[in-house]
Every structure is written in structure tokens, then in C-alpha cells.
């Protein structure tokens, strides 16, 4: 099983590319796709689910193009964009079933996935509640829900625990990893913890762009010796923020204590500390804005 993306680009507008020169292979595992709003990752998520076509670029799935037999992937596909509708008159079972035979699936297959994914996303006490009295985060896990209901071998989330509160963003963090054996699964997100939760692999994108692929432990090694903690007064803040890349802070009586990346301690009374995998996804950022500057 194999989703290769091969220098796929998407033009808006004379002057605006949500996509330049995309390519990546994706094989099964959870892979994050981690990047800032705006960075392109919902244009190639919509790509990939065949809502878009791209501009340039190919995308194979087991070797078969997506844009000349897009039914070879979309009997596979599970997606949860980033803006997901439902239709605030019907209860969860009801948009369930629905979702199920728009899939395709025959209604015993249809009721005993359901059953199985409303208890998964906890919305079995509320399955007969209208649709458009749920919460934001209630919302979003019958989202997931329907993204599972023909077991897809291609699973696309995108930004999938906005509005989850901390409990709900575990057991989805949790979903994600059991469902990574035998499927490509494809987080997209801009939140590192999310990440670092689930991804074997890692791909960070900025303005459209791939700056990096790596696994998290590599991502970790690239940081290492470079990250370090320094207490500074609050006065001295403004100065450092020009000047250094700063990947936490917090006050304390005693001044400010920071969390720095760099190649060389920013002061003698710095201490060198352990990388965090937010460490280096802000200093491959860095370095690409350095790059762009220059």
C-alpha cells in the first residue's frame, strides 16, 4: 500500500499557490503533516481526497493515478476535513446511516459499524439527539466517526481535535494509533502535541512547501545540543525576542525563565536542557524564514 505525491502544486490566483513542488511517499503508519494556518495543508488534503485537482503535480495511489481513476482511492478514503457540516435535524444515528449508505455499505455491515464507533467516540447516550444541539467538540467526534465507516485504508484528518477538550483529545490521539497497523493515516495539524502523540513520521510544510521529512527521533537530533534554559530579567525580553528563537517562557519571581534553540548557549549562565519535538519543528521554521529572508 502506497500514496506517493509527485511535485503536485495548486495555483489560486496569478500571484497565490496554496501548494509549489510537493512530493512525498507515504506508506502504512500515522504519518503528521505539521505545518502553521496557512501553510498549505488543507489545499493537500483536499487534493488528496479528490475534491481538488491539483495544477501540476501527480498523485498515485498503488500505482494508479487519482485524477484519471479517482474511484480506485474514494472507495477507500476516510476524510474529515477541517470544516465539517452535518444536518442540525437529524439525530447521530440517523447522519450515521446516512453517511453510510452514501459509502456504500449494506445496512447489517452499516448498523454494526455504528454501534462500534458511537461507543469509540462516546456518543452513544446522545446518538438520538439532534444533530444541531451537539457541541462544537461533539460535532467533531461524529466527524470522526463517519471518516471510519467503511474502514478506510486511507484515513484523512484534518485539524481533527479543534474543540476537543483535553479527555476527547487523548482517546482520539488513542483512535489513531490503534488504527495505524494496516493503513496510511494522515494527521494534519499545527498543534506539535497532537504529533508527537501519534506520528511515526513526520512531514513539516511552510508556505506550500516540504522543509522537512523526518521521524520524530530524528527530528529530536537535529535539536540536541541546542536547546537551552536561561532566567533573564523581564526587561531584558524585548531585546531577546528580536534576536533569539524562543520556544517557551515563564515567569517566575526571580525573572523570566526561557526555553531557547540555538547553536550556542545565549549566555554563560545558560544551562544546556533536553530537545522537545516542538524545539525542533520551530527551528526548522526558523531556519526556512532565515532562508526566504535571505
Not at 456518543?123 to 462544537?136: D, I, N, Q, T, W
Amino acid at each position: 500500500m502506497e500514496l506517493r505525491i509527485n511535485r503536485v502544486s495548486k495555483n489560486y490566483a496569478r500571484d497565490k499557490w496554496g501548494l509549489r513542488d510537493f512530493s512525498l511517499n507515504l506508506k502504512p503508519g500515522v504519518w503528521g503533516l505539521l505545518g502553521p494556518n496557512g501553510a498549505g495543508k488543507s489545499s493537500l488534503m483536499r487534493i488528496l481526497a479528490t475534491i481538488t485537482p491539483p495544477t501540476q503535480g501527480q498523485i498515485l495511489w498503488n500505482g494508479v493515478d487519482i485524477q484519471r481513476s479517482p474511484e480506485n482511492l474514494r472507495a477507500v478514503l476516510g476524510y474529515l476535513p477541517q470544516d465539517f457540516g452535518v444536518y442540525p435535524n437529524l439525530n447521530a444515528l440517523e447522519f450515521l446511516q446516512y453517511m453510510a449508505a452514501v459509502k456504500g455499505l449494506d445496512r447489517h455491515t452499516a448498523n454494526r459499524r455504528i454501534e462500534e464507533l458511537l461507543l469509540v467516540v462516546n456518543l452513544m447516550e446522545a446518538r438520538k439527539r439532534p444533530l444541531g444541539g451537539f457541541s462544537g467538540g461533539m460535532k467533531q467526534r461524529i466527524g470522526i466517526a463517519q471518516a471510519l465507516l467503511n474502514d478506510p485504508r486511507l484515513l484523512i484528518v484534518d485539524e481533527p481535535t479543534v474543540g476537543l477538550d483535553p479527555e476527547e483529545r487523548v482517546r482520539f490521539r488513542n483512535l489513531l494509533s490503534d488504527l495505524s497497523g494496516d493503513r496510511i493515516v494522515i494527521l494534519s495539524t499545527h498543534i506539535v502535541s497532537d504529533v508527537e502523540a501519534t506520528a511515526g513520521e513526520i512531514a513539516i510544510m511552510n508556505r506550500g512547501r516540504l522543509l522537512q521529512q523526518a521521524s520524530p527521533e530524528a527530528l529530536l537530533r537535529s535539536v540536541a545540543g541546542k536547546v537551552w534554559e536561561w532566567v533573564v530579567p523581564s526587561e531584558a525580553m524585548p531585546a531577546l525576542r528580536r534576536t533569539c528563537l524562543i520556544s517557551s517562557m515563564q515567569r517566575r519571581a526571580d525573572g523570566v525563565r526561557l526555553r531557547l534553540v540555538q547553536t550556542q548557549p545565549p549566555h554563560a549562565a545558560a544551562r544546556a536542557v533536553e530537545a522537545a519535538l516542538e524545539d525542533a519543528y520551530l527551528y526548522v521554521m526558523s531556519r526556512d524564514q532565515q532562508e526566504q529572508g535571505a
